[in-house]
């Protein structure tokens, strides 16, 4: 799934919306976005509780997963508001990538260290999740294009982190909240972030691979 191409068609969405707010510092939005991602980040933590016997804290996991999807709305809608109202620069998209970080810190970190997940498990999916940014923002740090390729962009981290939680509460609802495979019991919570893990990294190295094939043809192109 790659969703980050398709972000034009969220346009509709954002655009009337953008046009209310073009009075609004694009940063103000920022911030909300960044606080909606650590109280996202609070509720899937303590929805862990739900695994200690305490069955209201399974209904967090429904909350977290509007959160992210909400976090994730305020996140693209500063950007169309800096453009409609010709902020846009180089300090609010720096602000930008600084705050996104901290968010999949905050989203991502509050299943890693609940009690839904192995905490190595969460380890390598925050390491997934932060190397694959990391990658893109780094090519266009050395003056190549902004990297959105891979299996894993924001968007899909963002749809993932959504529709998981609330596949977990169905599931758990039906019987299925967790099964066993090679002996070894996961839940839902756990395949988001085993993809996260895996796919993560692979992204990251892609879109090393990527760049540095994209570098050495400038540098053909120079001889």
């Keep these: ?5 398709q972000r034009a068609r969220a346009d509709f969405a954002l655009t009337p919306v953008a046009k ?3 009075n609004v ?3 103000m939005i920022s911030w909300v976005g960044l606080i909606l991602a650590l ?3 609070l509720l899937f933590y303590f929805s862990g509780y739900y695994l200690d016997g305490r069955e209201e804290f399974k209904w967090l996991l429904l909350l977290g997963g509007i959160m992210v999807l909400v ?3 305020f996140d693209a809608l500063d950007g169309k508001v800096a453009k409609l109202a010709g902020k846009a620069g180089r300090k609010g998209d720096y602000l930008d990538h600084v705050f996104d970080r901290y968010a999949d810190v905050f989203m991502i970190g509050g299943v890693a260290f609940s009690a839904w997940c192995d905490p190595y498990l969460g380890m ?3 390491i997934g999740v932060l190397l694959t940014s ?11 294009p902004r990297l959105y390729a891979g299996l894993l962009g924001r968007a899909d981290r963002v749809v993932l982190s959504t529709l998981f939680p609330i596949i977990q509460l169905v599931m758990m609802a039906v019987g299925y909240g967790s099964f066993t495979v090679f002996g070894i019991e996961i839940n839902w919570l756990e395949i988001m972030m085993l993809w996260f893990a895996v796919v993560g990294n692979l992204t990251a190295i892609q879109r090393g691979i990527i760049t540095w094939r994209n570098l050495c043809r400038e540098d053909d192109s120079k001889e």
């Design 25 to 27: 510092n694009p940063n």
């Design 71 to 73: 976090s994730g709305y």
């Design 124 to 126: 390598f999916a925050l």
């Design 1 to 5: 799934m790659v969703l980050d191409g």
């Design 39 to 41: 109280v996202c980040g």
């Design 20 to 22: 209310r707010l073009i």
């Design 134 to 144: 990391y990658m893109g923002t780094q090519a266009q740090a050395i003056g190549a």
